[in-house]
């Protein structure tokens, strides 16, 4: 399988639980923020974005929640199924990093038990 | 259907040996990137491309060449690989400079001896 699961935070939860997946960013320029899933295999899969003038954005079973003021961003996951292990990870865009302005965070590996 | 594809999928080859990974993209983006993601230090930028013709450095390019003479076509080039290139790349497409909802390929695990 694939290795980019090691050394990465794990957060485990029983399935139909809700997961709240957190993520930091540094740079306080930062304007545009998007959560990615990798499943094992495969490459990055775009789950739901928000930018800076929003707190909160819903999508279908996620909501991502923004607090600039602790430069904090989260993914919370309703209801977990089977299919949604994966490795989570947060990017970042505006705030000067990374050569193209986007950055990625290493990820946090979410196993659902059942 | 909407895709990046990338071929190939798994390379094992050794030192100086060069290769060419290919990416590419149907869905019409002018934006393409190429990425390596190696544990503990997540998804890296190693070249980017705005449109046909123009490509710039990401944060870890050497060693690495691209080029985008059209626009669905992305390679990424190793002209003379070393063991620390071993690593998994993605190439990535969206539609413009934001680079919201960028599009990933599958991913090639390559292995350098």
């Known amino acids: 399988g694939e290795s980019v699961g090691l050394h990465l935070p794990t957060l485990s939860v029983q399935e139909g639980d809700n997961s709240i997946i957190n993520c930091a960013y540094s740079?306080?320029?930062?304007?545009?923020f998007i959560w990615y899933k990798q499943e094992s295999g495969k490459g990055p899969q775009f789950i739901i974005d928000?930018?800076?003038?929003?707190d909160k954005r819903q999508g279908q079973r996620v909501t991502v929640l923004l607090n600039k003021t602790v430069k904090h961003l989260s993914l919370q996951i309703a209801a977990t199924q089977p299919g949604d292990s994966a490795v989570y990870f947060c990017?970042?865009?505006?705030?000067?990093?990374?050569?193209?302005?986007?950055?990625f965070g290493k990820g946090t590996h979410l196993i659902i038990q059942p | 259907e909407a895709q990046v594809t990338q071929n190939p999928r798994y390379l094992i080859t050794v030192t100086g040996k060069k290769l060419t990974v290919t990416c590419s993209q149907n869905?019409?983006?002018?934006?393409m990137s190429w990425y390596r993601q190696d544990p503990g230090l997540g998804l890296r930028q190693i070249y980017y491309?705005?449109?046909?013709?123009?490509?710039d450095k990401g944060d870890v390019p050497e060693g690495y060449k691209v080029s985008r003479k059209e626009k669905r076509n992305f390679p990424l080039i190793l002209e003379s690989p070393s063991p620390n290139q071993t690593s998994l790349y993605f190439c990535?497409?969206?539609?413009?400079?934001?680079?919201?909802?960028?599009?990933f390929g599958p991913g090639t695990r390559l292995l350098v001896l």
């Open positions: 928000i930018r800076s003038n929003m």
């Open positions: 990535a497409s969206s539609w413009g400079y934001l680079r919201e909802t960028q599009y």
């Open positions: 740079n306080s320029a930062s304007d545009y």
């Open positions: 990017a970042e865009m505006g705030g000067g990093g990374g050569a193209d302005g986007l950055t």
């Open positions: 491309s705005m449109n046909v013709e123009v490509t």
């Open positions: 869905m019409n983006h002018e934006y």
